[in-house]
């Protein structure tokens, strides 16, 4: 049976100079080698829970723990064990592809051998090997989600943390984008992902929770939770489980 990639237990937190807790008694568990989705509404506590996850979060309560290591109390070497793919880019816009992954690769403590072989795949695999040399800043949006995720993976994660990772980029980056990763998934990476973009979820994701007001209100398969709302789609499912009032103020 396999082990928990993420274990979250009684999780507390709060941010500086707010009152109200986003997160109280929190337990979610995600087995290792899912293709988990998280979703809620806007606000709801998904990016901040997933700050939490990777560390860039102190939380006041609780325990995260990846593939059994409790992450406050081991940032550095469980660093090695996850990827993350922020929603915001995060390279040099100055340097090319090859460069920022040259970077971030030695950051990560590769060897410059295991650098430039990682380098030369996933320039490849993700359709960059053309413009390695250019600047990233000329790069249209889904070019730069490409690298974002290149530079996610160039350590060969256990756990990938995708924040909405195809944001604002044409159907062939984002199918480009989907493919790799369920192409990294059959390799042994359990992913862990949250989007607004439900139908490409729907695709993706093979264990879903729904998070609302710091809560978790739904966690199992997706054909489960449809079977048992009886809903036929994520977005249905979304819209019933967390209402329809407008969620994006």
Not at 114 to 124: G, P
Not at 152 to 157: E, M, R
Request: proline share 2%; net charge negative.
């Amino acid at each position: 049976m396999n082990q928990a990639a993420v274990r979250i237990s009684s999780l507390g937190f709060t941010y500086p100079r707010q009152q109200a807790a986003c997160f109280s008694n929190l337990n979610l568990e995600v087995t290792q080698g899912e293709r988990f989705g998280l979703f809620g509404p806007n606000g709801a506590g998904k990016t901040t829970l997933m700050n939490c996850m990777t560390g860039l979060l102190n939380y006041q309560q609780g325990s995260v723990q990846l593939l059994g290591h409790e992450i406050a109390h081991h940032k550095k070497s469980i660093n090695r064990l996850f990827g993350f793919v922020p929603q915001d880019f995060s390279f040099y816009q100055e340097l090319s592809p090859a460069e920022n992954l040259a970077f971030f690769g030695a950051w990560a403590g590769l060897g410059k051998s295991e650098i430039k072989t990682k380098t030369d795949e996933l320039l490849e695999i993700l359709g960059l090997t053309d413009v390695r040399k250019k600047k990233v800043q000329e790069f249209s949006g889904g070019m730069k989600r490409r690298v974002n995720l290149a530079i996610g993976v160039i350590h060969n994660p256990q756990i990938l943390f995708l924040d909405e990772p195809t944001v604002g980029v044409d159907v062939h980056s984002r199918h480009a984008i989907i493919h790799y990763l369920k192409q990294l998934n059959e390799n042994g990476t359990t992913l862990i992902y949250t989007s607004h973009q439900l139908s490409e979820a729907e695709d993706l994701c093979n264990k879903v929770a729904l998070i609302d007001d710091g809560r978790i209100i739904a966690h199992d398969t997706l054909e489960q939770l449809m079977f048992d709302h009886k809903e036929d789609g994520l977005e249905g499912l979304f819209i019933n489980l967390t209402g329809k009032s407008f969620r994006d103020s």
